[in-house]
């Protein structure tokens, strides 16, 4: 129950630094920071210990930022995943083996991009658009 209490603060800290960190204040204060070091480099002369403190303080906000980024791509794509594959099991006529394509190998996934650009100029080419719906696995026959 612990770990369970400690992963959703993690998750809702994530998300709320994630959240803020794409704010206009955000970008202001960073954008503040920045001046404040760039007028400072006089008074230090630019030496080598101010130019050190700017240069650790942007990477490790850069690396922090990648986990953030990569964290939120990660839930943004699961959520549309999601969405897809509710939007293809409900639909009369859907090719329900694309539920769940996303875990499939790179080469089944090219093989499905393959079928869906050859139905897309067998519809072009024939005008099905403007006279009804064809699905993929009717156009699989039409591949060969």
């Given at each position: ?105 790179e080469g089944i996934i090219r093989s499905f991009q393959e079928d869906h650009q050859h139905a897309a100029m067998h519809i072009r080419d024939n005008d099905v658009a403007s ?14």
């Open positions: 129950m612990k770990i369970i209490r400690n992963h959703r603060f993690l998750e809702n800290l994530a998300h709320e630094f994630a959240h803020w960190t794409g704010s206009s204040w955000a970008f202001l204060i960073t954008l503040t920071l920045a001046l404040i070091w760039i007028i400072s480099g006089p008074f230090f002369e630019f030496s080598a210990a101010w130019q050190h403190v700017m240069n650790s303080v942007s990477n490790v906000t850069a690396f922090v930022m990648v986990f953030l980024l990569q964290r939120s791509q990660n839930k943004t794509a699961l959520a549309m995943q999601i969405k897809l594959n509710e939007i293809i099991s409900v639909l009369k006529g859907a090719n329900n083996h694309l539920i769940g394509l996303e875990d499939s190998s006279t009804g719906v064809i699905s993929i696995d009717d156009m699989m026959g039409l591949k060969e």
